[in-house]
């Protein structure tokens, strides 16, 4: 059995389809509420899905379980409820870390790139752990990603129990199908391809930092499928742990991304540019980059999709068809 919290949302759901595919047991740990997150699911009918209230009696009875996959998080990085985001993003994560520790279950869960914080320069966005202590997050979940990563190392330091196998990965910028139901969290790519594909331009921030033009604020911006070849990847190679960048190594500015858009969409290129709003200024990363060399250290050598041609693919595959649904 394999365990994904989150299962429902964006990343998750992608890994519950792959897991499937492979013909092993999952079982989903997340709500479905009422913005349409059943039809990440859909497709996948055998799936068990149990409410997070629930979390606690699962692990109570189960005992065929072969891995965590916790992907469940509050991710909005406008969050504001402390005591919530708290409650979910570490003390929950605490709570499996310990389940699998004492159970002897691998335990891999999702960081983010957020945690970062103003980081501008390609070095500061290292994985490399002795880093660890010095990141600066801008936001109340990046900093949550961040205590609990911090929190795992100080578990290690200590000595403490540990599962079997562990390993954090700091997602950047992911896009793809099934996340339509994040409302205002929902990727560039789908927001920019809705609004050329409705008629209108392409619209981006302008820069709130003088030092940067409008539209060349640059992010590390990773297709969902490669997230998910990561993924299973660590599920194949249990002897490796660790806390790793999830990104491609390539930072890309929004311009090139409206642009792949419009291409991708057939549609012709206008980008408009407008007013970030008051309450991303001071919390908005204009640079991010992975670092990849500690992942492909350990072994991974897959490719990543560039921008072009994963915004081709989530188009042509997803976004054009009347079910985008993986």
């Known amino acids: 059995m394999i365990i994904v919290t989150g299962g429902a949302g964006f990343i998750g759901s992608c890994l519950v389809a792959a ?12 709500w479905l509420g009422d913005t349409g ?42 969050a504001h409820d402390g005591d919530l985001v708290w409650a979910t993003n570490v003390a929950l994560s605490e709570t499996l870390w310990d389940w699998c520790a004492r159970q002897g279950v691998r335990f891999i869960y999702a960081s983010s790139a957020a945690t970062y914080g103003a980081a501008d320069r ?33 578990r290690l330091d200590r000595g403490g129990m540990r599962p079997p196998q562990w390993a954090g990965l700091k997602f950047f910028n992911v896009y793809g199908p099934n996340e339509y139901h994040k409302g205002g969290m929902v990727s560039v790519v789908k927001v920019k391809y809705d609004e050329v594909h409705a008629g ?18 640059v ?11 990561v993924l299973l990847w660590f599920l194949d190679n249990p002897g490796v742990d660790g806390l790793f960048n999830c990104g491609t190594g390539a930072a ?36 991010t980059r992975a670092d990849m060399s500690r992942l492909r250290a350990a072994g991974y050598t897959e490719p990543f999709v560039s921008l072009e041609e994963g915004i081709g693919l989530y188009v042509r595959e997803y976004l054009s068809k009347s079910d985008p649904y993986l």
């Open 19 to 30: 897991l499937c595919d492979r013909g092993l047991d999952v079982v989903v740990v997340d």
């Open 37 to 78: 997150k059943w039809r990440n699911l859909r497709n996948h009918p055998l799936v068990r899905i149990v409410p997070p209230d629930d979390l606690e009696s699962l692990l109570g009875s189960a005992s065929d379980v072969e891995a965590v996959f916790h992907m469940g998080a509050i991710s909005s990085t406008t």
């Open 122 to 154: 390609p070095e500061l966005f290292s994985d490399d752990p002795k880093r660890l202590g010095t990141l600066k997050p801008l936001n109340l979940y990046g900093w949550s990603k961040h205590v609990f990563d911090l929190h795992v190392q100080a």
């Open 200 to 217: 209108g331009a392409a619209r981006l921030f302008r820069s709130d930092q003088a030092e940067i033009a409008d539209g060349e604020q």
């Open 219 to 229: 992010r590390d911006f990773i297709w969902v499928g490669d997230v998910v070849k």
């Open 252 to 287: 890309r500015s929004y311009r090139h991304l409206a642009q792949a858009v419009c291409l991708a969409a057939g549609v012709p290129e206008r980008i408009e540019f407008i007013d970030m709003p008051e309450s991303l200024r001071g919390q908005y990363q204009s640079f």
